[in-house]
Nanobody, 115 residues
Framework: QVQVVESGGGLVQPGGSLRLSCAAS????????MGWHRQARGKQRELVAG???????NYADSVKGRFTISRDNAKNSVYLTMNGLKPDDTAVYYC?????????WGKGTLVTVSS
């Protein structure tokens, strides 16, 4: 079993920045894809950004140019640096890690953008 734990959420003012961290641990064979998703109240969960073990990235159009995903393969960790935050970015952010064809999810961390 693989455990995924996020950290770094909180309250930030519009225009501010925040960095989320996520680490996978447990019975890991080889983590390939890792990513961040988010779910705002009353909305479906959506992909924010993904990154492969080789470093290829993809982003939702709504966050391009503002968010940056990165990872440390040696630590089985992924990060999301969020700049220029907007109230619409308010959501629970979930980390995912795929190992041997199975996707594991964290419990989420709340990001609130408000003045």
């Amino acid at each position: 079993q693989v455990q995924v734990v996020e950290s770094g959420g909180g309250l930030v003012q519009p225009g501010g920045s925040l960095r989320l961290s996520c680490a996978a641990s447990g019975s890991i064979f080889r983590i390939d894809g890792m990513g961040w998703h988010r779910q705002a109240r009353g909305k479906q969960r959506e992909l924010v950004a993904g990154i492969t073990s080789g470093g290829n990235t993809n982003y939702a159009d709504s966050v391009k140019g503002r968010f940056t995903i990165s990872r440390d393969n040696a630590k089985n960790s992924v990060y999301l640096t969020m700049n220029g935050l907007k109230p619409d970015d308010t959501a629970v952010y979930y980390c995912s890690a795929r190992d041997s064809g199975v996707t594991y999810w964290g419990k989420g961390t709340l990001v609130t953008v408000s003045s």
